[in-house]
């Protein structure tokens, strides 16, 4: 999950997608080396927070979706949904522990989870989220979720849980931006070779993420959520 998370970020979200470490003048630290202000994580105008998030899939899907937006204390339904589907704008610390884009507050990354993936990966992105705003490190959020996972209070993941991330206005880190239209799909901690993943001239990519117990697979498709189509490759590792 490390490639997609940066992807997401990210990620939301992966190995394909990793942002650039940038130094700060003077030191050797990462530009994100800790939590900004809340504020820059939050969104001003919720109206636009449930567009963004709505942007993540086809109008088909994500006008029917449940909603969440990102309050003081963690994700909170915004809009109730009647398909099923779940979308939401995912932030920094969704990225893996660790990765230089952790605390980047510019990150936006909408995400609209299908059943499968809302009961049992959406989960894991709560927590996240509610460890970071409690003003967790990066190192105690990692170890809370090892700690869940070993008690089991996550959820395994459940056959066939996939994620739309379709949006042209998203911002997955500094370097990839919105980077390009995309479907995830979440697997039990796996090999990258059953699907192929990460070969040369591949279109899917993967990345395992040992502490959230899960591998994720990224295939880049044609067409943003608003039906344009996407004018860069989508084959290409950000890095």
């Not at 003003?135 to 996972?149: L, N, P, T, V, Y």
């Not at 796996?190 to 899917?204: D, H, I, Q, R, Y």
């Not at 880049?220 to 959520?225: E, G, K, L, Y």
Request: proline fraction near 6%; charged fraction near 20%; include cysteine.
């Amino acid at each position: 999950m490390k490639q997609r998370r940066a992807v997401v970020m990210l990620a939301l979200v992966a190995a394909a997608v990793a942002a650039v470490s940038q130094a700060q003048a003077g030191g050797a630290q990462p530009r994100y080396s800790k939590m900004a202000p809340l504020a820059q994580y939050l969104m001003a105008d919720r109206n636009a927070e449930i567009a963004l998030a709505r942007s993540a899939a086809p109008k088909s899907i994500s006008d029917h979706a449940e909603v969440m937006v990102l309050g003081r204390n963690g994700f909170e339904v915004a809009v109730p949904g009647t398909n099923h589907f779940v979308c939401l704008v995912e932030r920094s610390w969704d990225a893996a522990i660790g990765d230089p884009v952790f605390w980047n507050p510019n990150i936006r990354g909408p995400d609209c989870f299908n059943e499968a993936a809302a009961k049992s990966y959406l989960p894991v992105v709560s927590m996240r989220t509610r460890l970071a705003l409690a003003g967790k490190s990066q190192a105690q959020i990692g170890e809370a979720m090892r700690a869940a996972f070993a008690a089991n209070k996550m959820p395994d993941i459940e056959p066939g849980a996939m994620s739309y991330m379709l949006s042209k206005d998203g911002y997955l880190n500094d370097k990839a931006r919105n980077w390009h239209p995309h479907l995830m799909f979440f697997m039990p901690l796996a090999v990258a070779k059953t699907w192929g993943a990460n070969l040369e001239g591949s279109p899917v990519f993967s990345s395992d993420d040992v502490v959230d117990r899960l591998t994720i697979f990224m295939v880049p498709v044609a067409r943003w959520s608003d039906g344009t189509p996407a004018t860069n490759t989508g084959t290409e590792v950000i890095k």
